[in-house]
Every structure is written in structure tokens, then in C-alpha cells.
């Protein structure tokens, strides 16, 4: 017949055991919930750039940020193995004239990249630098669901499938926000805001000219283009 003592210790051994774990559990529910960078904002300018908490872009596990510009430029870009890249970027708005036109090319969410070797890129939704806050939205998806990228706004939700391949991207440099490092994209101006997997920390590591808060939100529309 068993020792009621010993019952009693093991009983209490795993009663204890088992609330180690809940107390555990809650605590990184109410982390992930109340983690203080999630949904800030911060504002950007042509020198601004960030480095995101992140060691690499979280494409395995997918991602959502939003932005809001008169402006654009490159929002989150980070470089990898032989070459490799990737680019989020909010191509600008561009007119040109000639001597008898003008031809006009609207801004656009462009995401680019060269994963072993080969490159690639998806353009989603035009004139979105309107001072309008977009949300975009990678998924990795699954065996059975492709990659994707979604945009989504006041009036528009637009995705685009992307190649499984861009998930074998390995990085070399850190996830830098606001700025690729290089004049041929320009920099971005503008806010962006953390969103899941994606944290901005105006404060953090690599910050460099960047302003917590959103200006853009206290005003309306975007002033007049000059030609």
C-alpha cells in the first residue's frame, strides 16, 4: 500500500510544477498583448533610419506594418547572403515633362528582392501617398496556402501571391527601416507604425533622426506639388 506522505509530496510536486508553467504562460500572453512598441508610431525623415528589434525580416512567420506619407520612399530594406535583398518600398509619385506633355506615374507599394540569386518584385495599389494610413500584411503561408502580400486601406484591400522561394532568404546585415543605405532608392518620409513581428523603437539601437509620434496626424491631406 502506498505512503500517504509520498502521495502528498508528489501530488504537491506537480501541482507546483504545473503552475511554474501557467504563471509562465500568462506572463508571455501579456507581453506579446502589452508590449509597449506595439502600434507606435514613428516619423521619418530623408536622414532618419532605424534598425528594427528583429534580427532578420520575419518572413517565416509572417508580419503587418502601416504607413502613412505625402512622400514615400524605402520603408524597411535588409541585405543578405551573395547579393541577396529585401525591399519594402513606397515608390514615389513621378512627373515628367517634355516639350508638348507631362506623363505622370503614380506612387505604388513596391516590394522587391533577389533571394539565391534570383530577383523579383510585386507592385500593389497607386497614389498612396495621400496621407492615408495603408496596413500591409505578409503571410507565409503553408504547404497548402501560397505566400502573399496584402494591402489594405479606407477604400482598397489588395494582395498579390509571392514565390515560396523569397522564404529562404538569410540575412547578413540588420533590418534596417527608413533608409536602404544607397542613393539610387530614396529614403523614406514619412510614419511608419509597429505592427505584429515588426517593432520600432525610436529610442532603440541604430536610431538616427527619427521622432517619436506622427505629425502627419494632425493634418489634412498633403501640401500642393510644386513642378
Not at 507631362?102 to 539565391?116: E, G, K, R, Y
Not at 532568404?169 to 542613393?183: D, H, N, Q, V, W
Request: with cysteine; hydrophobic share 40%; glycine share 10%.
Amino acid at each position: 500500500m502506498s505512503d500517504p506522505t509520498q502521495i502528498s509530496a508528489s501530488l504537491y510536486l506537480w501541482l507546483h510544477t504545473i503552475n511554474n508553467w501557467l504563471i509562465f504562460f500568462l506572463a508571455a500572453i501579456l507581453v506579446f498583448i502589452y508590449n509597449p512598441l506595439q502600434g507606435n508610431k514613428v516619423f521619418f525623415n530623408r536622414t532618419s533610419q532605424i534598425q528594427v528589434t528583429s534580427a532578420s525580416i520575419p518572413l517565416t512567420s509572417g508580419f503587418d506594418f502601416k504607413f502613412t506619407t505625402c512622400i514615400g520612399g524605402a520603408m524597411f530594406y535588409q541585405f543578405g547572403e551573395n547579393r541577396d535583398f529585401i525591399l519594402f518600398e513606397l515608390r514615389p509619385t513621378k512627373v515628367e515633362y517634355t516639350a508638348t506633355d507631362s506623363i505622370f506615374t503614380p506612387s505604388t507599394l513596391h516590394i522587391a528582392w533577389n533571394v539565391s540569386g534570383v530577383p523579383g518584385f510585386v507592385e500593389l495599389g497607386k497614389g498612396l501617398d495621400k496621407n492615408i494610413e495603408y496596413k500591409v500584411t505578409f503571410k507565409p503561408g503553408s504547404s497548402s496556402v501560397n505566400t502573399s502580400i496584402e494591402l489594405g486601406g479606407p477604400s482598397v484591400t489588395l494582395s498579390s501571391q509571392l514565390p515560396k522561394e523569397i522564404l529562404a532568404f538569410r540575412y547578413r546585415g540588420p533590418l534596417i527601416a527608413g533608409s536602404t543605405g544607397s542613393s539610387r532608392v530614396d529614403a523614406f518620409v514619412g510614419c511608419l507604425a509597429s505592427g505584429t513581428n515588426i517593432l520600432l523603437d525610436p529610442n532603440g539601437s541604430g536610431a538616427t533622426d527619427v521622432k517619436a509620434g506622427c505629425p502627419l496626424d494632425s493634418q489634412s491631406g498633403c501640401p500642393k506639388r510644386s513642378k
